[in-house]
């Protein structure tokens, strides 16, 4: 079973840590907020999408969920199915009009301390140097896109978070802190089924190898024989990335929703394959280029 290293590391040095990532996410989180109210005028969105869901979530609050505006039909504009319900939750705690974003960015500034958390935990894990491993979950809070992402509105950093869990879940074989993960990944963001189920094939493999046999299909055999509640476990992602279409179309009478729908390249009139294509693979390349060789980064610093 694919596992990860775990190196002993003192309890005052992972609390340390700890401290330090909270202190950072929470110094940005005071930067960012004192920069939104100077104008006086309250926090403001960079995104008009963080209002949508702003909106979703106070009437998901007042008991009329779906209902973006009072007295209309229910309709399904908030392309997360989870979000809302965090926003709303901040709502009920007295977040409201423009406070709420407020709200919003405490969340996403909370969700970037643990993912500079889970980055350390990781490393450390993969044998890097503790000072190392602190460095890059440092490094990644302080990162400019990922502060800007948690300030947002949006559920991005969530996002980040529940994917970050489950790649540590999945690397150290916790088959239900997985699965759990992959559930929130696929409630989040309609994309996040993808994440979640590479992330099933994954434990499907390791509950294959967890039992003996000759061949390929013994063992898979004898996996569905001995672990069939492991087996059954892995529908939960599927199962939960369908909660949206079904509420959509229980509401709505469409199971897809509006937003998803004006986004995506399957959207688009008249339908052009090609197009399609095209833009797929310009996204995959410019992916490739900012995140993987950082060339974006690169480029910045070269102009300033």
Same mark, same amino acid.
């Given at each position: ?109 909370? %969700?970037? $301390? =643990? ?9 450390? +894990?993969?044998? /890097?140097?503790?000072?190392? @491993? *602190? ?103 599927? %199962?939960? $990335? =369908? ?9 709505? +009478?469409?199971? /897809?929703?509006?937003?998803? @729908? *004006? ?42």
């Amino acid at each position: 079973m694919l596992t990860l290293n775990q190196p002993h590391v003192s309890r005052a040095a992972n609390l340390l840590v700890w401290l330090s990532c909270c202190i950072l996410a929470g110094s940005t989180f005071i930067i960012y907020l004192g920069l939104g109210q100077s104008s006086g005028q309250g926090v403001v969105m960079p995104l008009d999408d963080a209002y949508i869901h702003f909106q979703y979530a106070r009437q998901l609050a007042s008991g009329q969920p779906y209902i973006y505006n009072p007295g209309l039909p229910p309709t399904s504009g908030a392309t997360s199915f989870l979000y809302p319900y965090v926003l709303a939750i901040g709502s009920l705690l007295g977040f409201s009009g423009q406070n709420l974003g407020v709200w919003a960015m405490a969340v996403g500034f909370a %969700a970037l $301390a =643990l993912c500079g958390w889970l980055i350390y935990r990781f490393s450390l +894990g993969c044998g /890097v140097p503790l000072w190392i @491993a *602190a460095l890059g979950g440092f490094a990644f809070q302080l990162h400019g896109a990922a502060a800007w992402h948690a300030a947002s509105g949006m559920e991005t950093m969530l996002a980040t978070l529940f994917l970050l869990w489950l790649l540590n879940a999945l690397l150290q074989s916790q088959h239900r802190a997985a699965i759990v993960a992959a559930s929130l990944c696929a409630l989040t963001r309609p994309e996040g089924l993808i994440a979640a189920g590479a992330a099933m094939l994954v434990l499907a493999g390791q509950n294959i190898a967890s039992v003996e046999g000759e061949t390929f299909f013994t063992r898979l055999k004898n996996s569905l024989r001995l672990t069939s509640g492991r087996w059954l476990a892995l529908l939960i992602p599927f %199962a939960a $990335a =369908l909660v949206q279409p079904a509420v959509n179309y229980l509401l709505t +009478g469409s199971a /897809v929703a509006s937003g998803n @729908a *004006a986004k995506s390249l399957f959207g688009i009139i008249p339908l052009d394959l090609s197009v399609i294509a095209a833009r797929i693979a310009e996204n995959f390349v410019r992916m490739w280029r900012e995140w993987v060789t950082s060339s974006g980064a690169c480029g910045m610093l070269g102009r300033l």
